[in-house]
């Protein structure tokens, strides 16, 4: 199963909104969802009691672990060793979320750790300094949400998400840029890409749907769907 993240790519990021049978049935409609569109990228972040059963019964998305630790096998109780999500089937990792947020040592000895094991890492920014600290650092993806939209249902405005690309770009293009703050619905998705992000995501706007299956579809579909008008201008 490849890793490669392929733009545009979206992110379903549950948290601890859903686990064990229920978190299941997401990720395979996920999986269905990649294997129908092949050339896009979907990522599912997971708990980490759930991370070897959703690679089990998975074959398309990239499983990505929420949180590991830059250590080696040894000590560190209570700590996530990377060879251990490796193992359970984790091909990505989200890194230095707002809700897991990481020293910049802490987060280099990650990223040394992710790259050894080659796997993929989401990094979050929370300011334009932040995301060019980050970029220097070399992580596949630079997640550019400010702390104070995530949850609110209100999105980066335009000039943030040309300006955060613009400044991570400089420091290195081959870092994917995703913006992912407030994003609540397919429409959402749909601005956020034809704005020249290379991926976006969410997480309440589906957990908390009537039906998360139909949203993840409708956002996914528009994912599809902006970056094939942006491509066709």
């Given at each position: 199963?490849?890793?490669?993240?392929?733009?545009?790519?979206?992110?379903?990021?549950?948290?601890?909104?859903?686990?064990?049978?229920?978190?299941?049935?997401?990720?395979?409609?996920?999986?269905?969802?990649?294997?129908?569109?092949?050339?896009?990228?979907?990522?599912?972040?997971?708990?980490?009691?759930?991370?070897?059963?959703?690679?089990?019964?998975?074959?398309?998305?990239?499983?990505?672990?929420?949180?590991?630790?830059?250590?080696?096998?040894?000590?560190?109780?209570?700590?996530?060793?990377?060879?251990?999500?490796?193992?359970?089937?984790?091909?990505?990792?989200?890194?230095?979320?707002?809700?897991?947020?990481?020293?910049?040592?802490?987060?280099?000895?990650?990223?040394?750790?992710?790259?050894?094991?080659?796997?993929?890492?989401?990094?979050?920014?929370?300011?334009?300094?932040?995301?060019?600290?980050?970029?220097?650092?070399?992580?596949?993806?630079?997640?550019?949400?400010?702390?104070?939209?995530?949850g609110t249902g209100k999105t980066s405005?335009?000039?943030?998400?040309?300006?955060?690309?613009?400044?991570?770009?400089?420091?290195?293009?081959?870092?994917?840029?995703?913006?992912?703050?407030?994003?609540?619905?397919?429409?959402?998705?749909?601005?956020?890409?034809?704005?020249?992000?290379?991926?976006?995501?969410?997480?309440?706007?589906?957990?908390?749907?009537?039906?998360?299956?139909?949203?993840?579809?409708?956002?996914?579909?528009?994912?599809?769907?902006?970056?094939?008008?942006?491509?066709?201008?």
């Amino acid at each position: 199963m490849s890793n490669e993240v392929k733009v545009p790519f979206f992110v379903f990021n549950p948290k601890s909104y859903l686990y064990g049978q229920e978190l299941l049935i997401l990720a395979k409609k996920a999986d269905e969802l990649a294997k129908k569109y092949p050339e896009y990228s979907i990522l599912v972040t997971v708990p980490f009691a759930d991370i070897q059963a959703i690679s089990a019964a998975t074959d398309k998305i990239i499983v990505t672990a929420q949180h590991m630790d830059g250590i080696t096998l040894g000590r560190g109780m209570g700590h996530v060793l990377p060879e251990s999500i490796y193992q359970a089937g984790a091909r990505g990792v989200f890194l230095n979320h707002a809700e897991r947020p990481l020293s910049l040592g802490e987060l280099a000895k990650s990223l040394e750790r992710a790259k050894e094991l080659s796997i993929k890492t989401v990094v979050c920014a929370d300011s334009i300094a932040e995301a060019q600290a980050i970029a220097i650092m070399k992580p596949d993806v630079i997640l550019c949400e400010p702390t104070e939209l995530i949850g609110t249902g209100k999105t980066s405005g335009s000039e943030y998400i040309k300006q955060t690309n613009q400044a991570v770009k400089a420091i290195d293009e081959t870092i994917l840029v995703m913006q992912a703050a407030g994003i609540s619905t397919p429409n959402d998705v749909y601005q956020t890409i034809m704005l020249g992000a290379d991926g976006t995501g969410c997480t309440s706007g589906i957990t908390n749907a009537e039906s998360p299956i139909d949203m993840l579809t409708e956002m996914i579909e528009m994912l599809v769907k902006a970056y094939k008008e942006k491509e066709g201008e």
